[in-house]
């Protein structure tokens, strides 16, 4: 199903007037590069409020941005151009932020009071860090809500981001081995191959950026590997420390495959969704109420939900009210508006879960649909 504005084609006023351009559907890829230029073109012309969100991130120092080779559209790797809230499913590595931005980053999540307060382990993840920014990861917050950042994010996306909310900021993921360990072709080549940091899986939410934060020299394996529409693995590398994948996660199957040859694998991983409160958004719960404070997570999500419910009923209305002195009200436009707000907030609803019904911790049985698919090939 393709992403919709909810309020239709005739709709003079729509929210995302002054945001990037989603690349139209169905395109080729090289058609697609074209249309993510002309994107972030028309991104850097608009108004997106402040140009700077703290005084620690500092753009001209700290982002050392190279456009990735290539992007991947979702054709390419076997889906439908519609699957998704983007045509595009996962960049090229390419270089985002300065190896003195990624010290400033791991200073920050290897403080003890971090990595005490705001661990978490599952049954698909040894050792995750969770909710700790802005109040112990300030540089970190501020560097993912930079508007340069996002511009960025969003060029590479295909779509206007921003992220989900505060509590999805640097997502970390580890592993920290205790001793070396090094490659071995034929440790490779056998099951052991298929061990993972993290589990095969699909996103809670659209998009992701994830970061190398570690050095990445001599170390062989550590790549995020996908599953393709057609069930093969394609494997995408960041090759050093600074560099990042954007992925749309929520609709692609992967997992984060553990290194040899280095004595860590650190990912931070920031989520995202679309800036317009008009598109569609399917952000489900499912892969982080049990790794969460849900406190904090639902109070976030409700919050930014009824934002943007706040926003589309304010659009609405104003319609309504000129449609009405114009003695032509759009029932239709208003019967689509009200059936998106239904489905919207049942939606919300069912991703609301008593705190009694969440088990810590357990996501195997969540994920065991993109666990289960046989891998027939690498690429």
């Not at 270089?95 to 200073?107: G, K, P, Q, T, Y």
Request: with cysteine.
């Amino acid at each position: 199903m393709a992403t919709p504005d909810v309020f239709g084609p005739g709709t003079s006023e729509r929210f995302y007037s002054k945001t990037i351009n989603s690349p139209r559907l169905n395109p080729s890829s090289k058609e697609t590069q074209e249309s993510l230029k002309r994107s972030f073109a028309r991104y850097l012309a608009s108004d997106h409020g402040s140009s700077a969100i703290g005084k620690l991130f500092d753009p001209n120092k700290h982002l050392a941005y190279e456009e990735p080779k290539y992007i991947h559209t979702m054709q390419d790797i076997g889906f439908p151009a519609t699957k998704g809230v983007s045509p595009v499913a996962v960049s090229e590595p390419f270089h985002l932020f300065s190896e003195d931005a990624v010290n400033i980053m791991r200073a920050e999540i290897l403080d003890p009071e971090v990595q005490e307060k705001y661990s978490y382990t599952s049954d698909i993840a040894p050792k995750q860090l969770r909710g700790y920014a802005p109040k112990h990861g300030k540089f970190i917050f501020e560097a993912w809500k930079h508007p340069e950042t996002l511009s960025i994010i969003s060029k590479i996306a295909g779509i206007d981001l921003v992220p989900v909310m505060d509590y999805e900021i640097g997502h970390i993921n580890m592993s920290i081995p205790g001793e070396k360990k090094e490659y071995d072709n034929s440790v490779m080549n056998s099951e052991e191959d298929e061990e993972a940091i993290v589990g095969w899986h699909r996103d809670s939410y659209p998009f992701v950026c994830v970061l190398m934060m570690s050095d990445t020299n001599g170390m062989v394996g550590g790549e995020t590997a996908l599953r393709t529409g057609t069930g093969e693995i394609k494997k995408v590398r960041g090759p050093q420390k600074g560099c990042a994948v954007v992925l749309q996660g929520r609709y692609i199957d992967h997992q984060a495959l553990r290194a040899f040859g280095g004595q860590e694998r650190i990912t931070m991983v920031t989520s995202f969704r679309p800036r317009s409160p008009g598109l569609r958004d399917d952000t489900v719960l499912t892969t982080v109420r049990p790794i969460s404070n849900l406190s904090d997570l639902y109070g976030q999500t409700i919050e930014y939900q009824l934002e943007n419910a706040e926003a589309r009923i304010r659009q609405m209305l104003k319609n309504v009210r000129d449609s009405m002195k114009a003695g032509a009200t759009d029932v239709s436009s208003i019967k689509s508006f009200l059936d998106f707000e239904i489905r919207t907030m049942t939606h919300l609803n069912n991703e609301i879960v008593d705190e009694s019904l969440v088990q810590k911790g357990h996501l195997a049985e969540v994920c065991k649909d993109a666990a289960s698919a046989k891998r027939n090939k690498v690429e």
